[in-house]
Every structure is written in structure tokens, then in C-alpha cells.
């Protein structure tokens, strides 16, 4: 998994490219960090490249959803394939995040 932060004008995008599993998960963390930093902006989950989510990457999601949430941004999934969307809607997230594409 391999996690790209662009940041352009108020929007931070972060383009998630590989599966998103327990392990990945782990190891980007940290490189979310600089999400966390721009909370208060307008960041785009970029999924086009992510064919697979487990519950702790969808645990990673939330964390970013939470931090947006408690300064004032705003989150959106971008390009989500049919497979990790069938994860949103198994778990009722479909109805916690915003998808666009």
C-alpha cells in the first residue's frame, strides 16, 4: 500500500493506491499525518487504486472522518470501486461517509 498527498489550493487529496488491509493499515499511519495537519480544509480519499479495505483500514478512515469532523472540514471518498463499497454499505459507513466520484 502506498499512500500519495497532494495538496492544491484548500484541498488535500490522498490517493490510496494497493489494499487497504491489517498490515497496510499499520504502516501508513504515520503518513496520514499530514491529513490530520489540514483537517480543517477540504480532503479528498482518493480510491480509484484501492481494490480492498479491512475493518482497520475502515478503523484509519474513521479517524480521519473524526479529526475533519472536530475542526470544521470536510471529507470525501472519491472513486470508490464496487468491492470496498460493498464494505461501506455491509457496515452502514456508506451512510457516515460522503462518495464522490
Do not use: W
Request: glycine share 4%; hydrophobic share 45%; aromatic share 6%.
Amino acid at each position: 500500500m502506498n499512500i500519495n498527498i497532494i495538496e492544491k489550493d484548500n484541498t488535500v487529496t490522498a490517493v490510496f493506491d494497493g489494499r487497504l488491509d491489517t498490515l497496510a493499515a499499520q504502516q501508513i499511519a504515520d503518513a496520514i499525518e499530514p491529513l490530520m495537519q489540514h483537517a480543517d480544509q477540504t480532503i479528498v480519499l482518493d480510491c480509484e487504486k484501492m481494490p480492498f479495505i479491512s475493518s482497520s483500514g475502515l478503523r484509519l478512515f474513521l479517524k480521519i472522518r473524526k479529526e475533519v469532523s472536530e475542526k470544521g472540514g470536510k471529507l470525501y471518498l472519491s472513486k470508490v470501486c464496487n468491492d470496498v463499497l460493498q464494505v461501506f454499505k455491509m457496515t452502514k459507513l456508506d451512510e457516515v461517509f460522503e462518495m464522490v466520484d
